[in-house]
């Protein structure tokens, strides 16, 4: 007989998850902009799109759950996609590759934060697909020579 108990949301769970919501919307309008107005890989943004989206759902139903405040985060309202590209080729995977970059440290130690383990595993899994995003962004730039691997360390021998 299992009895269900509800653990109640710690502060630095509550901080980390509104944190991760505002990040997460705001990568959303970086990403619908890059795949209306991008030539590049689309596959790549419209994934990790979906994911956000999925994610930001997960925090709305944790926090309505424990009747907290939604944040509003970064809308629709704070992007003109029909504004011009104002930089150069292949931008957009740089800009996906250093939010990777980001994220890999910051979920990880969110996870490190959380003590429920519903928050713990969220975490962790952000944690795998900002390192699968840093996987796939790092290897269309290499493939496309936009950046270049740093010097190789010679022989001692």
Known sequence: MSTSKHIPITS?????????????????????????????????????????????????????????AIPIGFTENDVNKGAPKLYDYMFDVMYLRLMAQIETGLFSLYSNMSYRKDIRHFFKRLTAEAQEAYDQSTHLLLETGVISRPPYVSSCI
């Open 12 to 68: 630095t769970e509550l901080a980390t998850l509104w944190t991760t919501y505002q990040e997460k919307t705001m990568i959303m309008r970086f990403l619908e902009y890059f795949l209306e107005n991008d030539e590049n890989d689309q596959q790549i943004f419209q994934l990790h799109y979906n994911r956000a989206v999925e994610s930001v759902e997960l925090i709305k139903n944790i926090f309505q759950h424990e009747g907290a």
